[in-house]
């Protein structure tokens, strides 16, 4: 497996565990993404994908994501997505 950056976390809302991820590649449920920072660092499936409070099955470039994540994420930490070699 290898690493593709495919974003950025550019908010984390704690009270309901949701990081706002910009994204700078696709990304799709069911994808498994590592999240990665000064402090962070932990592997996870993308369950559900929301942009403006709807869900989607996949994001682009440009766009900025809703993501439930398992840990604390921090504004620029990096999202890779894993991929088959």
Known sequence: MTEK???RVVHYFGNIGVAGIELE???DVGDTIHI???TSDWVQPVG???IEHESV???GPGQTIGLKVKDHAREHDDVFKLVEE
Do not use: F, N, P, T
């Open 36 to 38: 990665k920072g000064h």
């Open 48 to 50: 559900s994908i929301q």
């Open 57 to 59: 099955e996949s994001a």
């Open 5 to 7: 950056k495919v974003g």
């Open 25 to 27: 590649d696709q990304l």
